[in-house]
């Protein structure tokens, strides 16, 4: 793999430096302190103004740019997960049963490495802002940088993962659809306890619970458009305080994923159709309460264009690739996509000569040459959306920015 040409192997060593460090000091959801501060340091010492968000952890950087137009916004997130490394990297964590499992230590460091090459090479025309977005891996992260001005007078936004499908040097910008939502529910079911030997006098809750466990995985499987896609998953069940004891409750919890709104309306009324009837049959009572999560992210057309043309200028076109396979996990991304045309793209990162474990595992890791093929990237996309918006601007701009096609 050869380095884009705006990124000299001094800036990679340095971004790989800045990865290791973010590793080996994960921090979890709403407690990246040492993180943001790393963040902070490294972009004042590039002479880029930076504020915190808030009382919370993230920071957002902006860099000014040499005509009145909208923002180019580009996006990192920093939170690790609660997991217990299982690596023999050198630099693994050092925070016991805290992970970097999901590669937004990577992540973090392209973003630097972007803000990097802007210093470098002088300001664009539009200006630029940074954001180091805290709990991706949590519900708000996204909601609350939102809410603190991130996306103000912003145009387009991008932002990205690494992906251990494709080869380092690859980069995947695919059309629509790229990301499920998710929602959790959490399913309460009510019986009689009473004594194990006499279990007619009771109404047993894991019996009437492991009935909906079984029939819920046929909510898609009979239930959802074959051409659609959705994941119900349960991942929690609690009962029980002794085992000659019938249980007289039973608590469920897992998540719903799908591509399409109308799905994802669909797939929820139809659990608690189910949950209600099988718990009637049981002789219990049951209450399924679901936390709304992310939606699905949806790349816009525009910031498609803008992506391709930027991960040609960064890798060239031919290391431009389609997605490996439909993706069902989340990302808050979707979120700024709700208010502002952009992209989200992934990053060749698979590691050569070595199993390949995926994301939220104890053994994930990534190569890291991905962070030029990333910090490049970022640079590219805020150059072209930048040079695209001296000659019109998106409508979302137009109202949220004051401008007209015609102020240009």
């Known amino acids: 793999m050869n380095l884009p040409a705006v990124v000299d192997p001094r800036l990679l060593a340095h971004l790989i430096a800045i990865r290791r460090d973010l590793h080996e000091h994960p921090e979890l959801s709403w407690h990246e302190r040492r993180t943001s501060e790393r963040v902070r340091a490294e972009l004042q010492e590039l002479g880029i103004v930076c504020r915190a968000a808030g009382d919370q952890p993230g920071v957002i950087a902006e860099l000014p740019g040499t005509q009145e137009l909208p923002y180019i916004a580009l996006r990192a997130d920093l939170d690790a997960l609660p997991v217990c490394e299982q690596t023999d990297l050198p630099f ?201 999560g992310t939606p699905p992210l949806v790349n816009h057309p525009d910031g498609v264009a803008l992506a391709r043309a930027a991960a040609a200028d960064a890798t060239g076109a031919a290391a431009l690739q389609q997605m490996a396979a439909v993706n069902m996990g989340a990302e808050d991304f979707a979120c700024y996509l709700d208010h502002v045309p952009g992209c989200y793209v992934r990053f060749g990162a698979q590691v050569s000569g070595r199993p390949s474990f995926p994301a939220h595992s104890a053994r994930f890791d990534f190569d890291e040459r991905a962070l030029a093929i990333g910090a490049a990237f970022f640079y590219h996309a805020a150059a072209r959306a930048s040079d695209l918006l001296t000659t019109r601007l998106p409508l979302a701009a137009e109202r949220t920015f004051g401008l007209s096609k015609e102020a240009d």
Do not use: W
């Open 92 to 292: 693994r964590s050092a925070n016991e049963g805290v992970m970097h499992a999901c590669g937004h230590d990577g992540h973090t460091a392209m973003l630097l490495g972007a803000a990097a090459i802007l210093s470098r090479r002088g300001p664009l025309r539009a200006p630029v802002r940074l954001i180091f977005q805290p709990a991706e891996e949590d519900s708000g992260g996204a909601d609350s940088m939102i809410a603190l001005g991130a996306l103000r007078d912003v145009a387009y936004i991008f932002g990205g993962h690494v992906d251990r499908f494709h080869e380092p040097g690859t980069i995947v910008v695919a059309a629509g659809t790229v990301n499920a939502s998710s929602d959790e529910f959490r399913i309460v079911v009510r019986g009689r306890g009473g004594h194990a030997a006499r279990p007619h006098e009771g109404i047993d809750a894991i019996v009437a619970a492991s009935s909906v466990v079984v029939s819920a995985q046929s909510l898609v499987a009979r239930g959802v458009d074959p051409g659609q896609t959705a994941v119900v998953s349960i991942g929690q069940f609690a009962a029980g305080t002794a085992p000659n004891v019938i249980a007289d409750t039973a608590t469920l919890a897992g998540t719903v994923r799908t591509r399409d709104a109308g799905v994802r309306a669909q797939v929820k009324e139809a659990l608690v159709r189910l949950v209600t009837g099988i718990c009637r049959a049981h002789g219990a009572e049951s209450e399924v309460t679901f936390v709304s």
